[in-house]
Nanobody
Framework: QVQLVESGGGLVQPGGSLRLSCATS????????IGWFRQAPGKGREEVSC????????YYTDSVKGRFTISRDYAKNTVYLQMNSLRPEDTAVYYC?????????????????????WGQGTQVTVSS
């Protein structure tokens, strides 16, 4: 049974940092694409960053390039999102999601519709 459990969200001032964690179980992490997505109040779910290959090629949406870093620890079966220089517009619920590289719904990208399994989300609020 695939499980994804996010943690690390919270309230932070603009310019601050947070590290989100996604603890995974029930699948082989190396055989899956995995990413972070977010949903702000009144908006649709959008991609933030994904690991899209078994050798850890990454994707970042333009608004977070240079500020966020995605990584995964195979020994701990955990995926991280290091978020620096946070802005009020980064405020959202952040979700971890994954899909097998063999799943026909996955086309090699970082679009929410491509991802099959989702965590429950963790709230990130950037405010002074």
């Amino acid at each position: 049974q695939v499980q994804l459990v996010e943690s690390g969200g919270g309230l932070v001032q603009p310019g601050g940092s947070l590290r989100l964690s996604c603890a995974t179980s029930g699948f082989t992490l190396r055989h899956h694409a995995i990413g972070w997505f977010r949903q702000a109040p009144g908006k649709g779910r959008e991609e933030v960053s994904c690991i899209i290959s078994s050798d850890d090629n990454t994707y970042y949406t333009d608004s977070v390039k240079g500020r966020f870093t995605i990584s995964r620890d195979y020994a701990k079966n955990t995926v991280y999102l290091q978020m620096n220089s946070l802005r009020p517009e980064d405020t959202a619920v952040y979700y971890c999601a994954t899909v097998s590289f063999l799943n026909r719904s996955w086309h090699g990208g970082c679009q929410p519709y491509e991802y099959e399994y989702w965590g429950q989300g963790t709230q990130v609020t950037v405010s002074s």
